[in-house]
C-alpha cells in the first residue's frame, strides 16, 4: 500500500468561501485511488477563514503572532473536519493534532491539523511524515511552483522545477510569521532538510495532481 501524504493549502479548501466544487472533485479522485490501494495523509491549512479571523481580531486588540497563531491553527482544525466529514467512510474517527505521538492508521485516509504556534501546518506534516517513515510530502496550494521571488510583485519572477533545501531556504529565509505566504513555511524547511524529506510543489490543478500520482509529467517543484 502506497501512503501519499499531503500538506493541503486552505487556500484550495477555503480561498474565499468553501469551494465545493474542488473539494468535490479532490473527493472523487482521492477515493479512486484508495481503489488502487493507495492510503492518503491529508493535513488541512487554514485558508481565508484563519485570515479573517486574524485580521478582525488585530483590528479590535493588539495581537501577538501567538495569538495570531493560535486562531489560525483552530481554522486548519474547522476545515480538518470538514474534510473527515467529506472522507467519513475512510477516514479514521481522531483528527491528528499532535503529529509526534503514536498514531493509530488503520483505515485509508487520516486527516491532520494544526498543531501548536510558531510555524504552519507545512512543519507538523513534515514531523507526521518522519513518524510515519514516509519521505515525500506534497504540497498543494495555489502557488504553483518555487520562484525566485514573489511572483504576485514581480513579473520578472522566474521558476525553477528543482531546487536543494540550501537554495530554497536562501528565497524563504529563516523566521515564521502567521499569515506568511510561501510555498513551504521556514521552518518546516529547516525541519524537512534536517530529515532528508522531499517536498513536491504543485498548484491546485486537479489534473496535475493525478500525473503527479500517476509518474506522468506534472507542472510543480521539487525541493530536496
Known amino acids: 500500500m502506497k501512503t501519499i501524504v499531503l500538506s493541503l493549502g486552505g487556500s484550495l479548501i477555503v480561498p474565499d468561501k468553501i ?3 474542488f473539494l468535490k ?8 485511488y484508495i481503489k488502487k490501494d493507495y492510503r492518503f495523509v491529508v ?32 481554522a486548519t482544525r474547522l476545515n480538518a473536519h470538514l474534510l473527515k466529514t467529506l472522507f467519513k467512510n475512510y477516514a479514521e ?21 494544526g498543531w501548536k504556534p510558531g510555524w504552519s501546518t507545512d512543519y507538523d506534516a513534515v514531523l507526521l511524515a518522519k513518524n510515519l517513515g514516509i519521505s515525500t510530502i506534497i504540497n498543494m496550494s495555489n502557488i504553483d511552483y518555487v520562484y525566485d521571488k514573489d ?60 500525473n503527479l500520482l500517476n509518474n506522468k509529467k506534472f507542472n510543480g517543484t521539487i525541493i530536496k
Open 19 to 21: 469551494d465545493i466544487d
Open 25 to 32: 472533485n479532490f473527493k472523487k479522485i482521492v477515493e479512486n
Open 43 to 74: 493535513y488541512c491549512g487554514g485558508g481565508s477563514i484563519a485570515r479573517k479571523y486574524q485580521e478582525a481580531a488585530s483590528r479590535a486588540v493588539k495581537l501577538n503572532n501567538e495569538d495570531l497563531d493560535w486562531l489560525g491553527i483552530h
Open 93 to 113: 474517527e481522531m483528527i491528528i493534532k499532535d503529529p509526534t505521538k503514536k498514531i493509530k492508521f488503520d483505515k485509508k485516509i487520516l486527516i491532520a491539523a
Open 151 to 210: 511572483p504576485k510583485k514581480f513579473r520578472d519572477a522566474k521558476k525553477t522545477e528543482k531546487i536543494s533545501w540550501n537554495g530554497y531556504r536562501k528565497i524563504s529565509g529563516s523566521k515564521w510569521k502567521a499569515g506568511l505566504n510561501l510555498p513551504f513555511d521556514p521552518v518546516a524547511a529547516k525541519e524537512a532538510q534536517k530529515s532528508k524529506i522531499k517536498v513536491i510543489v504543485i498548484g491546485k490543478n486537479l489534473n496535475n495532481f493525478e
